[in-house]
T-cell receptor, first 113, second 112 residues
Framework: QKEVEQNSGPLSVPEGAIASLNCTYS??????FFWYRQYSGKSPELIMS????GDKEDGRFTAQLNKASQYVSLLIRDSQPSDSATYLC?????????????FGKGTKLSVKP | NAGVTQTPKFQVLKTGQSMTLQCAQD?????MYWYRQDPGMGLRLIYY???????DKGEVPNGYNVSRLNKREFSLRLESAAPSQTSVYFC???????????FGNGTRLTVT
């Protein structure tokens, strides 16, 4: 059973701090990694994708991938109350269609003013 | 540009009733997906269609059927609803396996 694990939280950080969200996956064949943000009562929206080891930065967001450790993380710098949401990690296995995209259960982030 | 549109937004059914959830996309995605999301369970794939004319089972297909009517439309049918099917249902579209999914706004279904 291929799995994607996330700490369910809630993770609470003060406004302006760095929020660190972590995700581990079980299948070493995984090749593509995505972070989705989901506000309460809304649909998931993609915020980051990463395909190779290392860091990828986009504005206040940085995704980090370590395939040897089977670990992917999302850092949010200068956290804002508007970042309060559930963050879903999703992992795709090599050679699969999107039918092999596995979601973690999500980490709920709360940014306190 | 509507993206991925789901109807209805809310639905209440009695046990044993049937209904079809509709999904249409105008993003020219080849692949379409139906997920359900339950508290503590995350997003689970019900069925997907990798391309027009094909459908495949996902993780939790029992009690559901799908139809890929054309490239734009992918419907999900509950033939005999059960309380265990109370959930939020999301339709999504995507393309090559490295591309992200675009989700519809969801259908909140309650089966009593």
């Amino acid at each position: 059973q291929k799995e994607v694990e996330q700490n369910s939280g809630p993770l609470s950080v003060p406004e302006g701090a760095i929020a660190s969200l972590n995700c581990t996956y079980s299948d070493r064949g995984s090749q593509s990694f995505f972070w989705y943000r989901q506000y309460s009562g809304k649909s998931p929206e993609l915020i980051m994708s990463i395909y190779s080891n290392g860091d990828k930065e986009d504005g206040r967001f940085t995704a980090q991938l370590n395939k040897a450790s089977q670990y992917v993380s999302l850092l949010i710098r200068d956290s804002q109350p508007s970042d309060s949401a559930t963050y879903l990690c999703a992992v795709l296995n090599y050679g699969g269609s999107q039918g092999n995209l596995i979601f973690g259960k999500g980490t709920k982030l709360s940014v306190k003013p | 540009n509507a993206g991925v549109t789901q109807t209805p937004k809310f639905q209440v059914l009695k046990t044993g009733q049937s209904m079809t959830l509709q999904c249409a996309q105008d993003m020219n995605h080849n692949s379409m997906y139906w997920y359900r999301q339950d508290p503590g369970m995350g997003l689970r794939l019900i069925y997907y269609s990798a391309s027009e004319g094909t459908t495949d089972k996902g993780e939790v297909p029992n009690g559901y059927n799908v139809s890929r009517l054309n490239k734009r439309e992918f419907s999900l049918r509950l033939e005999s609803a059960a309380p265990s099917q109370t959930s939020v249902y999301f339709c999504a579209g995507g393309d090559a396996y490295n591309s992200p999914l675009h989700f519809g706004n969801g259908t909140r279904l309650t089966v009593t």
